[in-house]
């Protein structure tokens, strides 16, 4: 996770024209050739650092299916099929990234929106869906801080989609749509270094008796 966002400055600090969080998109640092991009915004696209950032899209994507399957036990979710679901969806996001990765706008433009739609349309329908599959034990904070992603996250898509950034930009309304995924997903990881393990003790066998 961290590994994305420091090669993301790195990439923008390449651009000879300077990068903008507000009228670029995270995927203009993948795009493979120096041209200029008209949809949906105009602006020219020259990142030397593509190769690069393809590769953090790629690893970011891996990890984030690792981290889906490692993370199915009851300590994290509640039982029944919303939290399977939410986990599938959020195993979709990794997907989505590594179709990113693989896929440079410039270079497939069909496959790069799959994975774009996998991370903010899909994966924030997950989002939304673990703040109520999340188990008991978890944090309220925690529980309550997914589903305010979630919402804002989907919102945000709806308003990218529409070409409504608020102000913020292109680039700005993107990031609000795909970036709260990944603040969870750290939010998660970190809870789970510091989630103390009751230590393991051995259970009597049935109809045996213990001194």
Do not use: K
Not at 162 to 174: D, Q, T, V
Not at 176 to 199: K, M, S
């Amino acid at each position: 996770m961290v590994q994305f966002f420091v090669i993301h400055v790195v990439a923008e600090s390449a651009w000879a024209r300077p990068y903008s969080w507000a009228r670029n998109n995270i995927s203009d640092l993948g795009n493979a050739h120096c041209a200029m991009q008209t949809d949906p915004e105009p602006r020219y696209i020259c990142s030397p650092e593509h190769g690069l950032m393809n590769a953090s899209f790629t690893t970011l994507g891996v990890l984030l299916v690792i981290g889906a399957a490692l993370t199915g036990g009851a300590a994290l979710w509640r039982r029944g099929a919303a939290a399977a679901v939410a986990r599938v969806l959020l195993a979709g996001v990794g997907v989505g990234f590594v179709l990113v990765g693989l896929a440079p706008a410039d270079i497939n433009e069909n496959q790069h929106a799959l994975g774009a739609l996998l991370v903010m349309g899909t994966g924030n329908i997950g989002l939304l869906l673990a703040g109520f599959a999340l188990a008991d034990r978890v944090p309220g904070v925690l529980r309550w801080m997914t589903r305010l992603l979630g919402i804002t996250a989907l919102a945000a898509c709806g308003l990218f989609l529409s070409e409504h950034y608020l102000g913020l930009g292109m680039g700005g309304m993107e990031r609000v749509a795909a970036l709260p995924v990944l603040v969870w997903a750290l939010a998660v990881g970190v809870r789970g270094l510091f989630v103390r393990r009751a230590p393991w003790q051995p259970t009597a066998e049935p109809g045996r008796l213990t001194n």
